[in-house]
């Protein structure tokens, strides 16, 4: 006996998601794989009960007005196996990776110490004088033994902790405004022993955050997230966090288009 055949219309295909969100899931995705076998340091923080500045956030998991940084993430994949290449000359990427090798098992706040030592030694150029644009992210092979302007110091030591095995979620690149100096900034944060840790390559020390008061928090930024920062507090903050926004911290809200965008150059 024949069993009757359905003859319903075949189901259409799945839709493929835009080809940019596409991209910025595969940059997320290789950033995760390519750091999955360390394990970071003890004693991590966790970064949701640490006020940055004295500021409260909101996470964001959507990246795409990123693309300098989810571009150099992406660039980084496809350039990390230079740093084992054979080498001839200065060989600035395999230094900096011996260099790391030489940090394996030190503490965490050794390995801040000497990451940023190391990074601060590149001299510093603007965008502009260098690529000849308002505001560039470069990857390692394009900055160390080079040079570079704030948000490459801080891209090269977030990914030099990621090598040594610090967790994606206890670093963050910071973009912020400086008060004294009047402009825009980015450095590197770390997220540690129940705090958060300054890496500036204006600055040869590693500084707790609470001890920088004229350093005003935009957003950070790291492979899985971004957080937009409010309620700006120079003082240590009460114990617990007002997530109202003050009306003065609307006005930085256009600083985060512009140094997202590239319209805005970061010193």
Not at 84 to 91: K, L, M, V
Not at 220 to 247: C, L, Q
Request: positive net charge; proline residues 9%; hydrophobic residues 45%.
């Amino acid at each position: 006996m024949r069993l009757a055949t359905s003859h319903r219309a075949p189901m259409p295909p799945p839709s493929r998601p835009p080809r940019r969100f596409r991209r910025l899931a595969a940059a997320a995705a290789l950033a995760a794989a390519l750091f999955c076998a360390p394990s970071g340091p003890a004693g991590a923080a966790d970064p949701a009960a640490v006020r940055l500045f004295g500021t409260s956030e909101k996470a964001h998991h959507d990246l795409a007005q990123f693309p300098k940084w989810t571009g150099v993430l992406e660039r980084y994949a496809r350039e990390r196996a230079l740093e084992d290449a054979p080498c001839r000359g200065a060989c600035p990427l395999q230094r900096w990776r011996g260099f790391l090798l030489g940090l394996k098992g030190k503490t965490a706040i050794e390995q801040l110490a000497a990451v940023n030592d190391f990074v601060n030694r590149t001299p510093y150029v603007t965008d502009q004088q260098r690529f000849g644009v308002v505001d560039y992210w470069a990857t390692p092979a394009e900055f160390l033994g080079r040079s570079g302007d704030c948000e490459d110091y801080a891209i090269a030591k977030y990914l030099s902790l990621r090598h040594l095995g610090w967790d994606e979620r206890n670093l963050r690149i910071l973009v912020l405004n400086d008060q004294n100096r009047r402009e825009l900034h980015a450095v590197l944060i770390a997220y540690h022993g129940g705090t958060a840790y300054v890496l500036d390559n204006q600055v040869p020390e590693v500084l707790e955050h609470g001890s920088i008061a004229h350093y005003r928090p935009i957003f950070s930024i790291n492979a899985a997230a971004w957080f937009f920062h409010e309620g700006w507090s120079p003082v240590p903050p009460p114990a617990v966090a007002s997530r109202a926004p003050a009306p003065a911290d609307l006005a930085v809200r256009p600083a985060l288009a512009a140094a997202a965008l590239g319209r805005e150059s970061l010193r």
